[in-house]
C-alpha cells in the first residue's frame, strides 16, 4: 500500500492550494480517508477527514470553512482544498487512511508567507 501527496508549495497569506493525494494497493473506496500536517517539534495533527462515501466532516477548528476534503474513487485520490490560507497553516501535509493507518508518504510541503 501506498500514499503520495502531491500540490504544495509557496503562497501568500490569503492564497489557495489544492493538494492531491493519490492511493495504491488497496481498495480505496473502503476506506475513510485524512489528511493530516505537522510542524518540526510538534505532533501530527487531524486537519480534515471524509468518509468512504464522501460525507466530510471532522475539520480541526482552526480550518473550518477554510478547508474542504474531497475524494474521487474512481481516481483512488483523496484532495484538500485550502483557502484563505495563514501563515500558521505552514506545514508538511500528509493524508492517510483515518482509522487504520499504513505507511506514512513523504508529504508535500505547504509553507504561506509573504
Known amino acids: 500500500a501506498q500514499l503520495v501527496e502531491s500540490g504544495g508549495g509557496l503562497v501568500e497569506p490569503g492564497g489557495s492550494l489544492r493538494l492531491s493525494c493519490l492511493a495504491s494497493?488497496?481498495?480505496?473506496?473502503?476506506?475513510?480517508m485524512s489528511w493530516y500536517r505537522q510542524v518540526p517539534g510538534k505532533e501530527r495533527e487531524l486537519v480534515a477527514a471524509?468518509?468512504?462515501?464522501?460525507?466530510?466532516?471532522n475539520y480541526a477548528d482552526s480550518v473550518k470553512g477554510r478547508f474542504t476534503i474531497s475524494r474521487d474513487n474512481a481516481k483512488n485520490t483523496v484532495y484538500l482544498q485550502m483557502n484563505s490560507l495563514k501563515p500558521e497553516d505552514t506545514a508538511v501535509y500528509y493524508c492517510?487512511?483515518?482509522?487504520?493507518?499504513?505507511?506514512w508518504g513523504q508529504g508535500t510541503q505547504v509553507t504561506v508567507s509573504s
Open positions: 494497493g488497496f481498495t480505496f473506496s473502503m476506506y475513510d
Open positions: 492517510n487512511r483515518r482509522w487504520s493507518f499504513i505507511s
Open positions: 471524509i468518509s468512504r462515501g464522501g460525507v466530510s466532516g
